[in-house]
């Protein structure tokens, strides 16, 4: 496929807010780390490999990035930190996307909600559908935007919701 995607995805389960000092520092669960690797293998067999995969710097966030970029046979320099995606709104993740989509295809963003589905219902032009319980972006679901053969933008419905996917459907 030429076109050009961007992979939204929300950081995998993570432990109880309170189980660690302080939320930046939350790692994933056992059931998070099975999530990370079976979205990061439903990735490659859909064929969905990203150039770069850029992360919240907050431990679960590096840790469900990790775990997609190994299934994925990606180098770790492939992972970016951006400081910005941590505790996001909408408003601060449309800049990091103008910043990093250059140059790549197929671009993964890792981070969390409410910002990720905030970004997701904005930049898609369709609707995407929550789950039984309400939710669109549950932990590690994966929704896959395509820009066709434009590049990645960050106008409002500027992408087609290719696919979006739960580890739990």
């Given amino acids: 496929m030429n076109n050009h995607l961007l992979i939204i995805m929300r950081h995998a389960k993570t432990e109880p807010v309170g189980s660690v000092p302080t939320d930046f520092e939350r790692e994933l669960t056992e059931r998070g780390r099975r999530d990370a690797k079976k979205m990061g293998a439903w990735l490659r067999q859909e064929k969905l490999l990203p150039g770069a995969i850029i992360t919240s710097p907050a431990a679960r966030t590096v840790h469900t990035a990790r775990i997609v970029s190994k299934v994925l046979d990606l180098k770790t320099k492939q992972i970016i930190e951006d400081r910005e995606i941590y505790e996001a709104a909408l408003s601060d993740l449309l800049p990091v996307i103008a910043r ?39 932990t590690a679901a994966v929704a896959v935007l395509d820009y066709g053969h434009g590049a990645i933008t960050t106008g409002k419905g500027s992408a087609r919701l290719l696919c979006l996917t739960r580890p739990r459907d």
């Avoid at 671009?107 to 995407?128: C, F, K, R, T, V």
């Fill in 100 to 138: 990093h989509a250059a140059g790549h295809r197929c671009l993964l963003l890792i981070g969390h909600n409410p910002g990720m589905e905030e970004l997701l219902q904005y930049l898609s032009a369709d609707h995407p559908e929550p789950n039984k319980e309400g939710k669109v972006l549950t």
